[in-house]
Nanobody, 114 residues
Framework: QVQLVESGGGLVQAGGSLRLSCAASGSIFSVNFMGWYRQAPGKQRELVAVIANGGGTTYADSVKGRFSISRDNAKNTVFLQMNRLKPEDTAVYYC????????WGQGTQVTVSS
């Protein structure tokens, strides 16, 4: 049974940084895409960043230049470095792995105070 375990969320002041991690437990192979999504209260879940197996990345316009996604294939782990955080980045952040099955993490809260 594969589970995604996220860590690194918390409370930070505007302008600060956080680094999220998401690691897969259990047997998982050939993860094509690893990504981060977020959902703020009253809003739909939205894409933050995704990284393909070959290293190609895609970012939401709202985080370009501030966030950076990376992955460690050997450890089946994806990271999200978040810099220059803004109050509007406040949300629950979810990781997602896509193989022939899609897996979601349980979510980690990120709160940015003004």
């Amino acid at each position: 049974q594969v589970q995604l375990v996220e860590s690194g969320g918390g409370l930070v002041q505007a302008g600060g940084s956080l680094r999220l991690s998401c690691a897969a437990s259990g047997s998982i192979f050939s993860v094509n895409f690893m990504g981060w999504y977020r959902q703020a209260p009253g809003k739909q879940r939205e894409l933050v960043a995704v990284i393909a197996n070959g290293g190609g990345t895609t970012y939401a316009d709202s985080v370009k230049g501030r966030f950076s996604i990376s992955r460690d294939n050997a450890k089946n782990t994806v990271f999200l470095q978040m810099n220059r955080l803004k109050p509007e980045d406040t949300a629950v952040y979810y990781c997602k792995f896509v193989t022939y099955v899609t897996y979601w993490g349980q979510g980690t809260q990120v709160t940015v105070s003004s």
